[in-house]
């Protein structure tokens, strides 16, 4: 009787220990999924980023033409993503802007105008590959760089170019000397940044501070920062980043607002109050610069 029951008392302590390496290595084979598809994933990600990266330096690659998108459609808002949390600085000296993206004597100037000397060093300002290096109508000699997220900078009124078509650069790299080539009253850099051929406001993606900051690893576009008429060149546009397509559509709905005229009023005066142009009032309103205002118009202002 007593071997029996130690029969027993051992098949009960082998059953539990085996239900224990069971579990063990449910868990291991558990534990071993999970890392294999999150390997897996990480590679997928990977691949995807490369082929994106693929596409953005080889579609529409032309070493003549300023802008070679002019016939590719952009859906709004669009996202672009950086690798980096901070740029280069364009010049080596404090970043000095004489003029900014916006409407400027009844003409859109769709970059920035940052303050240098003839001869000073142009750096690139993030690492991208040398698509054009010419002299183009108004804007002298300039140097036309992709970067690997979509994005396009130049860096145009060179007196010199340091590089040539197809050059890999690495950000901070010299690839011109300062100028005032061109359609430019005295010199500076004109700074142009791009995406698919719709020209950004600079300050929407980069803060032109001492840190050099990229406002944010993802941000999304909608159309305010890319319609130079909605902006002033001699003032900076409030920035109000979106960094989800959710954001981007929200701020979209929020630049609007109607605007009572009261006694006094002047559309110049109601420009400046919104930080907007006389331009993009009279174009949302479908009204001229001498239209007389009436006291308890309504306007339509993109804030």
């Not at 071993?32 to 953005?56: G, Y």
């Not at 404090?94 to 769709?110: D, P, Q």
């Not at 650069?169 to 061109?182: D, E, F, R, S």
Request: charged share 20%; glycine share 6%; proline share 2%.
């Amino acid at each position: 009787m007593k071997r029996i029951f130690l029969f027993f008392l051992y098949m009960s302590a082998y059953q539990g220990y085996s239900q224990m390496v069971d579990q063990s290595l449910i868990k291991l084979d558990s534990i071993s999924l999970s890392t294999q598809v999150e390997a897996i994933t990480a590679i997928m990600q990977q691949q995807t980023q490369d082929s994106l990266r693929h596409v953005f330096m080889t579609e529409h690659w032309d070493t003549i033409t300023f802008n070679p998108y002019k016939e590719y459609q952009l859906t709004y808002p669009f996202g672009i993503t950086f690798s980096d949390s901070t740029y280069a600085s364009p010049v080596a000296h404090k970043k000095v802007i004489t003029s900014r993206y916006g409407w400027r004597n009844r003409r859109a100037h769709k970059g920035i105008d940052i303050d240098l000397v003839t001869g000073d060093d142009v750096m690139v300002m993030l690492d991208g590959k040398v698509r054009a290096v010419r002299t183009f109508p108004g804007l002298g000699k300039t140097v036309v760089v992709r970067h690997e997220n979509g994005l396009e900078t130049v860096y145009a009124h060179l007196s010199k170019q340091l590089v040539k078509v197809n050059d890999l650069v690495t950000k901070g790299t010299a690839i011109g000397k300062g100028g005032n080539t061109g359609n430019s009253r005295g010199s500076h850099l004109h700074l142009i940044v791009s995406y698919k051929g719709m020209y950004i406001n600079p300050e929407y993606l980069f803060e032109f501070d001492e840190e050099n900051s990229i406002r944010n690893q993802e941000l999304w576009v909608n159309r305010k920062w890319v319609t130079p008429y909605l902006h002033s060149s001699k003032r900076q546009t409030s920035i109000v980043t979106s960094t989800t397509y959710d954001e981007a559509l929200e701020n979209k709905a929020q630049q609007k607002k109607i605007y009572v005229v009261r006694k006094g009023d002047t559309l110049s005066k109601i420009a400046s109050k919104y930080n907007t142009s006389i331009t993009a009032i009279c174009k949302e309103n479908s009204i001229t610069k001498t239209s007389t205002l009436r006291i308890g118009q309504q306007l339509v202002v993109n804030k």
